[in-house]
């Protein structure tokens, strides 16, 4: 039972919480956020040309870049703030009580996380691979107060498609329509 209930809310390759449990977080998260007027910050983060290391290098490759990539993201964030793997190479952070200014400092580092050292790949020579994050701001002491937490998983994915359409390896800010 115990490992069931377990794999409700975690993901089993590599140890972060599953989108099930991110989505059950955010609620609260953006709960808290409302009653204590302070803004918080959600990140989608997509590693980038994440299918063709599947299908040059084989599927247990792209499990290791997969685990590697949690690691690095976990090593660089607090231990308070929320992670989880939301989709094939798709991640989510969340950030309580975080405005623009460090919630764009995070992501920063977080994308330098990535480039900056090669991932191993067992059997093979070690790989540069980039991640691109879509950043958007729910900022309770603004107007949008009420905005749905689905709304701004929205606009962090939307901000998302624009940090690959814009030459993928870099933030992009989704800024709320008042
Ligand atoms: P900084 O790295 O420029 O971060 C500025 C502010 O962004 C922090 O202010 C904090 O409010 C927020 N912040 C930064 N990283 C994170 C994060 O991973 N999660 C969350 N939830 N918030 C984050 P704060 O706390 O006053 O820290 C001021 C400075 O102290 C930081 O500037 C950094 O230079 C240093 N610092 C604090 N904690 C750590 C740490 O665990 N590791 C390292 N390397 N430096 C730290
Ligand atoms: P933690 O708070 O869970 O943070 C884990 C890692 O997230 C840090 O590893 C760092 O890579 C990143 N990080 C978190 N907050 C910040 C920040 O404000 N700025 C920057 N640049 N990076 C941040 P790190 O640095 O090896 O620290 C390990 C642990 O040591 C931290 O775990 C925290 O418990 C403690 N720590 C380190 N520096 C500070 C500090 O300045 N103030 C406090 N209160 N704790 C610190």
Not at 29 to 39: F, Y
Not at 65 to 90: K, P
Not at 131 to 157: F, H, K, M, Y
Request: with cysteine.
């Amino acid at each position: 039972v115990r490992d069931g209930l377990r794999m409700a809310v975690i993901d089993p390759l590599t140890g972060l919480h599953n989108r099930r449990y991110a989505i059950s977080q955010l609620a609260e998260i953006a709960s808290r956020a409302r009653s204590s007027k302070r803004p918080f910050a959600l990140m989608v983060i997509d590693l980038d040309r994440f299918k063709q290391v599947n299908d040059t290098f084989g599927h247990p490759a792209g499990d290791a870049v997969l685990t590697e990539v949690a690691r690095r993201l976990a090593a660089n964030i607090r231990g308070g703030d929320l992670l989880a793997r939301i989709g094939g190479e798709e991640f989510l952070i969340a950030l309580p009580n975080t405005d623009l200014a460090n919630a764009n400092t995070i992501a920063q580092r977080l994308c330098r996380a990535m480039q900056e050292v090669p991932f191993d790949i067992p059997g093979f020579a070690p790989l540069d691979l980039t991640a691109s994050i879509g950043l958007a701001i729910c900022d309770n002491g603004q107007t949008w107060t009420e905005e749905p937490v689905a709304a701004v998983i929205e606009r962090a994915d939307q901000a998302l498609l624009m940090a690959k359409s814009g030459g993928r390896n870099q933030v992009t800010i989704s800024h709320a329509a008042a």
